[in-house]
């Protein structure tokens, strides 16, 4: 079955980068989009950024645009979230998520199941 494994989480400064990885396993990881996606409390998930199967293609809320990338390394079946100037309101549990190649950037429809996620706290 689907297994997604984030880790890169931790404590950081503001202004402070970080860099979050999540491994896959149980799918074909080449055939689909991943998404990282984020938790804050007491807020709904939302989409922090996307990459197409052959990373021809990445999307960004605004809210991170500038500030983050993300990348994948098919090979190690891992795709990655490079976070740089961290802000308080970056704080969240993250989790990364496959979708469906067909509904990247529109529905972002989930392929299996989600990973345990990994919390990111930004504060001084």
């Known amino acids: 079955q689907v297994q997604l494994v984030e880790s890169g989480g931790g404590l950081v400064q503001p202004g402070g980068s970080l860099t979050l990885s999540c491994e896959a396993s149980?799918?074909?990881?080449?055939?689909?989009?991943m998404t990282w996606r984020r938790q804050a409390p007491g807020k709904e998930r939302e989409l922090v950024a996307g990459?197409?199967?052959?990373?021809?293609?990445?999307t960004y809320a605004e809210s991170v645009k500038g500030r983050f990338t993300i990348f994948r390394d098919n090979a190690k079946s891992t795709v990655y979230l490079q976070m740089n100037n961290l802000k308080p309101e970056d704080t969240a549990v993250y989790y990364c998520?496959?979708?469906?190649?067909?509904?990247?950037?529109?529905?972002?429809?989930?392929?299996?199941?989600w990973g345990q996620g990994t919390q990111v706290t930004v504060s001084s």
């Open positions: 990459i197409t199967e052959w990373s021809q293609r990445t």
């Open positions: 998520v496959a979708v469906y190649p067909s509904t990247y950037g529109s529905s972002w429809s989930v392929f299996g199941s």
């Open positions: 149980g799918f074909t990881f080449s055939r689909y989009c």
